[in-house]
């Protein structure tokens, strides 16, 4: 159900055998301990210069291509699917589909948790 609270909730307290491992708003517990975020796309018309222009946005620190497929790492807590599709758009390409993963409530939670119990043991 972490799906859902991440969907209703702007803070959080994630409690684990009675002690408290995280508090705040959702986004400062997520971006904190999420790990990084990736955006993946499928893209028609896909160029190598359309590669090339997202590898240099700033706030990415890895593009991996597999077809007409990219998958994009980001440095940032900011939603920048934005620019990323004008940029892709501006080119040329065609965003068939684009899929941001990481940084979920449930990621963290299995995180904390897992840290926890390590270091009781």
Do not use: W, Y
Not at 101 to 107: A, I, P, Q, R, V
């Amino acid at each position: 159900m972490l799906h859902e609270v991440q969907q209703t909730c702007t803070h959080i307290t994630i409690i684990n055998h009675g002690s408290s491992l995280a508090s705040g708003t959702l986004k400062d517990v997520t971006n904190g301990l999420g790990g990084k975020t990736s955006l993946h796309l499928e893209v028609i018309n896909l160029k190598d210069t359309i590669e090339d222009a997202i590898r240099k946005m700033p706030f990415v620190s890895e593009v991996t291509r597999h077809d007409q497929q990219l998958t994009v790492m980001l440095d940032t807590a900011d939603d920048v699917r934005s620019q990323i599709s004008q940029t892709i758009t501006k080119m040329g390409g065609i965003i068939v589909q684009m899929v941001q993963s990481g940084k979920d409530l449930e990621n963290v939670f299995l995180q904390l948790v897992s840290k926890a119990e390590g270091s009781k043991q």
